[in-house]
């Protein structure tokens, strides 16, 4: 692997990592996807599973889908993974509008 972050076929490795600062800015890396989104919960596709950020006064200050990163700021209450079951495995829209 180069130092960018690139295998020797070019094609960029994403790994997945979350760092929160005081409940308040959320950095997330490995993003595959972003949901739905508004400022109570924002939805995303992660290299880790599906994700799910609850809070209040949300929004998204950064998002960057080819490097696989997004930053959201404001009241942060709970980052919660959502488990896939093979029985009842459905796309992350689905299981918004649940």
């Known amino acids: 692997m180069n130092d960018q972050g690139r295998n020797e076929c070019g094609l960029r490795l994403r790994t997945h990592c979350v760092h929160m600062d005081d409940r308040e800015l959320l950095s997330i890396t ?6 739905c989104f ?23 200050t950064k998002l960057d889908l080819e490097d696989g990163q997004v930053m959201i700021e404001g009241g942060i ?15 992350l829209l689905a299981r918004m509008f649940r």
């Open 77 to 91: 209450s709970a980052v919660v993974y959502e488990d896939d079951k093979p029985e009842k495995k459905t796309s």
């Open 30 to 35: 490995g993003v595959k996807d972003l949901g």
């Open 38 to 60: 508004n400022e109570n919960e924002v939805a995303l596709s992660t290299e880790g599973g599906d994700m799910v950020v609850e809070g209040v006064g949300l929004h998204i």
